[in-house]
């Protein structure tokens, strides 16, 4: 695939110290719009994307042929109506779809980075992508938007820029990683590093891919996506293409089928190191650290009005840790609704096809955007 | 480590036809006892184990010099008091703690097994450790005990065998392996199948050994035995050794030095291809099927006295599956009783020093004994 052709790419010139300490300057930010930027520019949505996404929110996506990651959501009438908002999605930095990352040179070196690219956090990501707001001469979105890992950049981003939004949309989120999040995330860096084919991370200069440790760590990770009750509803003990177990290490199950699939095609489309980084940033993520344990002062600055949405069967980021989010806000007396979605499908929900989500988001923005 | 030296031995004469087809026999079945068998020989208690234990139950383990992986409950004075109690247990077949399993040899080509090792089945690891009841000369048993794969043996045991046994405690299991369990087992089979070293299952052959994977296998499965509530409390976000991030991938957190050492730890004492064949054996057991959907029937020739144990934070074998078997039970008049267990350490709780636990169990058998 011909990833460059299709990407429109800003040069973020700026220097942007990092977390880790580093700085970083002109290097590139790949993103995507849908929509028109209205005259008064008071129309625009930053959508933040979960970690394997990218900024080919709707549509057919121009590099894997394949929909978008969110086009159930987003487009024309839809809960982001393209014929409304103008909608901006940027791939994070550490990702694998444009922007900065480890597959790209190091120019002081020539060399690719692997894992000397610096590790990134929540807190760049959001700091690399604000610079589009210059870039488009947008002074405030009407919204940031976004579920699991793009929920987390949606509350660090109203963090850092308390007016630079008027609504603000996590979805199916945290404040900070649980033990167990950081534990699925690590089981799927190991499966990535115990690849003989991964070279402590220099596989593309070896001209290798550590396909089979990124598959694992896919399969690892959908696991934890989809519902124990969606699972059992969908695969439960269905056989794969035979009548009768065969006693052997095949693919017997139906379940066993698919996931091998999630595997196989997740390594056509994503690189190894970019796993490593971002899973590395989720890990670090904790806004309630950020702000010495009282999350309430991560939002006291904005006066944005706030909409969390969570889903009954997300053991990844269940409810409760969602409702955190609404407690924080709750106390300093912020402009915050609220909305548990009743789903089997798990974390996985917010991007498929459940009706009561899609309405209940469109209904959010398209009464905050009449009432603004 | 000197296995042989310090395991006792059945040898099986007696041709044991597999559920895959193929007939064994003059394999064998390694096995420990512990406390005296009466001379009535009524006080025979055979205690199965989990996916990765082994027959030394309790005590120092003489190979791996750690704690027998029941210690807790099995002992003198203990759940399963071995003053009292005769305790027999055996490596399941398809282990690697001396019962015939992949790692023997092949006597037909004098080559390892590795994967031509028949794939076996629940019903086959019980159908194989029934001859330890004529090697002691025991009629019935007094009890069936075991836990989460233990249970499963459990359940198999007395719908084979109505009349081998008086009572019966299946703990922390279900009737049939779910979707999501064998997801499970899956990811941690095709990490395995993903180590370089692996080699198609003939790395004993080639003297490698593919510890990379089913370490990586390890800390999968090891997610899924602690709860989501327990590790927060535990390890939340704690670092390891250090008071900041680090921006590496080095082991920053707790939780992830935790699931590499028990990756690290379990690699010294197990054998790879054995973990595929017990995990397929697990995928397969689907008791309700062997009995055309009627759970029930599995039990209607037995007059035994059922005790049905399991745990709050148990995600892997929720309440609900221990339930079904207990439904399946009082459908048909059985003498059953249930009992949940209030706990925070998830699966693994069957295994911890939870009091609450271990008291019911010792009532439950002590009780049962004394009214026998």
Redesign the interface.
Known sequence: MNIKENIKTLVIKKPLKL???KTINNFPLAYETYGSLNENKDNAILVFHALTGDQFVTGINPVTRKDGWWSYAVGPNKSIDTNKYFVICANVIGGCMGSFGPSHKNPDTNKIYG?DF??ITINDMVNAQVNLLDHFEIKKLFSVVGGSMGGMQVLQFISNYPNKASTVVPIACTS?????N???N??G???I????NWSDGKYLSNNTLPD??L??AR??AH?TYLS?KG??E????KLQERDA?K???D???Q??SY??YQ?SVFVDRFDANSY?YIT?AM??F?LV?QFDGNLSNAFKKTKAKFFVISFTSD?LY?TQENKEIVIALNAIGADVGFVEIKSDKGHDSFLLDVPDFLKTLKNFLDKSYSER
Chains 1, 2 share one sequence.
Do not use: N
């Open positions: 977390d880790c300490g894992t610096p590790v900070s990683h649980s033990a167990q950081i534990a699925f690590e089981l860096r190991q499966a590093a115990s690849d003989h089979k440790g598959s694992v399969m690892a696991i124990k699972l059992q969908k695969f439960g003990r177990l006693f052997g290490f693919a017997d199950f379940i066993e996931l091998r595997g490593l590395r890990d670090y904790d650290k053991w269940p």
